[in-house]
């Protein structure tokens, strides 16, 4: 941090805090409308100031009794919105890596569930919108999906008392870079993944139905194919269920990527409805917690999730019948996510690339089909 910047860490810090500031992302609206700080204001300056025009930035009404941070894509452009932001006055700082560095951004919110021994937090990373989960009970705990920093899930456990003995991946991630390898091998961990041929290192294979145990809780894998074949949801002491990139809140996964083509996109659509409908035959109060939301999530400490019931009502598809849900999924499939080709290569040969993750990271999720 410098007296023109902040780092990542530090806004983090005050959002977590509640501390009063006021985030100016001068991205272009369509950026800002894919993923930004949650709770920040959208003033499209961005390409007037690269061409030397200030009058939007010198224009903008800003509470003059808070502090200001700017953000744009890397946190370059923003410097010149601090520069006239200072010259009125105000304490404008410019977040140090853009959106590219708040990409790591987490925050947690805790997971009521009722009927479990387990206390469930999730981690979330607040700009890009991936969730993790710790599944704790008894002094031990499970992570699923993790997306963070290793360490925030170290810190996170130690402070609940509880030693990290699992950590599960629901699938072979093609948005974000899997830190269950790293975790795993930082806390001694088993590292559990659905049983498939794709990865090319060890790890402990779970099939249909196979369970393990997390203190006096435990989870069971449940085989639902669609956004990806080997995709796995976990079911935690049959009243919470980790749906991976599955089903949302309000729409199921995407069942293209890194499909070989339109046939195979079809036949994994195929395969996601029977997985959705083996889904809906659990009990409907059933709580989902996923695996991704496309909105930034708050400093809130209110989780994403929903019940199974709920999320029948709100996904229309999952009334539909078989025939008009491959028709809807593969009529509305979203663009691809950036770098997802090189994701992928990175989830399969369990390397983590040796330079800044969040240069292939940046962007929103695209692993939903609304
Ligand atoms: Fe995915």
Redesign the pocket.
């Known amino acids: 941090m410098t007296n023109l910047t902040i780092s990542v860490s530090e806004l983090r810090n005050m959002l977590d805090r509640g501390d009063p500031v006021t985030v100016v992302d001068i991205r272009r609206a369509e950026q800002y409308a894919e993923w930004t700080v949650a709770g920040s204001r959208n003033v499209d300056v961005y390409d007037a100031l690269a061409m030397g025009d200030t009058s939007g930035i010198d224009a903008v009404d800003l509470p003059p009794d808070r502090p200001v941070v700017a953000v744009c894509n890397v946190g370059r452009t923003s410097l010149l919105a601090v520069d006239r932001l200072r010259r009125r006055g105000l304490d404008a700082r410019s977040l140090e890596g853009g959106m590219q560095g708040w990409s790591l951004a987490w925050n947690a919110a805790p997971v009521p569930v009722p009927g479990s021994t387990a206390t469930v937090i999730q981690v979330r990373r607040t700009g890009k919108g991936c969730l993790s989960y710790l599944i704790g009970s008894t002094g031990e705990a499970a992570v699923i999906d993790p997306s963070v920093d290793p360490q925030v899930y170290v810190d996170v456990a130690a402070k609940q008392g509880w030693r990290i003995t699992a950590v599960l991946d629901t699938?072979v991630?093609?948005?974000h870079l899997s830190r269950s390898g790293p975790l795993a091998q930082l806390t001694g961990a088993t590292y559990y993944l659905p049983d498939q041929q794709r990865v090319k290192f060890p790890f402990a294979a779970l099939r249909d139905g196979a369970e393990i145990t997390v203190g006096g809780s435990t989870i069971r894998a449940l085989s639902t194919p669609g956004?990806?074949f080997e995709s796995t949801c976990y079911l935690v002491d049959g009243k919470a269920v980790c749906t991976?990139?599955t089903l949302f809140v309000n729409a199921v996964?995407r069942p293209d990527?890194k499909a070989s083509d339109r046939d195979e996109a079809a036949k994994r659509a195929h395969a996601l409805y029977a997985s959705l409908t083996k889904l809906q035959a659990l009990p409907p109060d059933t709580i989902v917690l996923p695996?991704h939301t496309s909105a930034p999530i708050a400093f809130d400490g209110r989780p994403v999730a929903t019940s199974l019931s709920e999320a029948a009502k709100v996904v229309a598809a999952l009334g539909a019948t078989e025939d008009a849900f491959v028709r809807a999924i593969l009529s509305r499939i979203p663009a691809t996510p950036p770098n997802h080709l090189y994701i992928v290569e990175f989830n399969e040969s369990g390397e983590f690339p040796p330079f800044d993750p969040a240069m292939l990271e940046a962007g929103a999720n695209r692993?939903a089909v609304a």
């Open positions: 699938h991630h093609a948005d956004h990806t991976g990139d996964g990527l695996c692993c």
